[in-house]
């Protein structure tokens, strides 16, 4: 059986590469090959992709996704292209929003360009549940208008408006997934959870915005993969799939959580001046996906914040790094 080849843009970020590592791993489909695309930006880690590095079915390729050339040569070379690659931190978009509009407007259409060239079969766009804006009550399906407040947000809908159109005006196969919160290991600490986690092993205090009533929906990256992989392998050409984890909470309820996980006291959470147009609240209506693809999340969402401590705890050297090299600050704003 001949292999399905793959671009995987933005593979050594967080999810990116555990989507690698899984696909190359001893349960994922043999018969695929995967080439990774990563600027290695200070998200992104090579120590990410160690587990499959020496893996005769993966190929590394530095680079940036609006490199037109690159771009161009990469997907000529492939069947098929999932596409992670983002900037994503909203703070970061606030501060300044011209990279985000850049890398996840500007580089989508790159490469969607270069896959409508190059009669790519499959084009997975990994998006955000930040598209949809905030709600106070309900669940937001895929049929739901796009409402950004972030220029982070509003870059990822725009990607998702673009990469749609080009299956509407070109014909190509695109299909766009929108995830809720994902936690897990490997998770950059600049989000929410490895950044508490991580200033509390240090002994630090923790940056909880506002009230600390917004609430997120917590997908593990296990389930986010997975019905990432049931998009690409048995989704439909030109649809959205909402991809939810099934545990609603606020960013209150979540501190108390990893205070106790790492059996620090309330004394250690600095309530800090909200952010800037900061969404109440998310959360996406996943039915579709599981009535069409059979995706239901299996993560149990305690276990998982557990296995996520605890790997943070015996990982030091990992992210000790990513922080310094990022030099973020021990406190300030929380990213939720």
């Known amino acids: 059986m001949s292999q399905t080849r793959i ?42 992709l160690d587990q499959v590095r020496r893996s005769d079915r993966f190929t590394l390729a530095v680079g940036d996704i609006c490199d037109e050339e690159l771009v161009g040569r990469l997907v000529a070379e492939h ?17 300044d929003s011209g990279e985000f509009v850049r890398t996840n407007v500007l580089g989508t259409q790159v490469l969607l360009d270069a896959a409508l060239r190059h009669g790519v079969d499959t084009f997975v766009h990994v998006s955000t549940d930040e598209v949809y804006g905030s709600i106070p009550t309900g669940s937001c399906s895929e049929s739901q208008p796009l409402a950004p407040n972030s220029p982070y947000a509003a870059s990822k809908a725009a990607s998702d408006l673009i990469a749609l159109a080009y299956h509407r005006t070109h014909g190509l196969d695109i299909r766009v997934t929108r995830c809720s919160n994902n936690y897990g290991h490997h998770q950059f600490p600049e989000k929410l ?36 992989e049931l998009v690409r392998a048995k989704g439909r050409a030109g649809e959205v799939y909402n991809i939810g984890g099934g545990t609603e909470l606020s960013n209150a309820d979540l501190t108390a959580l990893l205070l106790d996980a790492c059996g620090a006291g309330p004394e250690r959470v600095e309530y800090v001046a909200d952010r800037k147009g900061h969404d109440r609240r998310y959360s996406v209506d996943w039915s579709k996906i599981h009535t069409e693809l059979g995706y239901k999340p299996g993560r149990d969402f305690a276990d998982g914040l557990a296995e996520t401590v605890a790997w943070y705890r015996d990982h030091r050297p990992w992210w000790e790094a990513l922080k310094a090299r990022a030099a973020l600050p021990a406190s300030g704003a929380a990213p939720c």
């Open 7 to 48: 671009l995987v843009t933005g593979g050594a970020g967080f999810i990116g590469s555990h989507y690698v590592r899984t696909l190359l791993g001893p349960s994922g489909p043999g018969e695929v090959s995967l080439t990774v695309l990563d600027k290695l930006t200070y998200a992104a880690s090579l120590a990410n």
């Open 79 to 95: 069947d098929q292209v999932v596409h992670f690659a983002a900037e994503s931190h909203v703070d970061r978009s606030i501060a």
């Open 193 to 228: 959870i490895p950044l508490f986690v991580t200033n509390l092993l240090d002994g630090r205090t923790v940056p909880l915005y506002g009230d600390g009533l917004n609430v997120r929906d917590w997908l593990h990256i296990d389930d986010h993969v997975q019905g990432i």
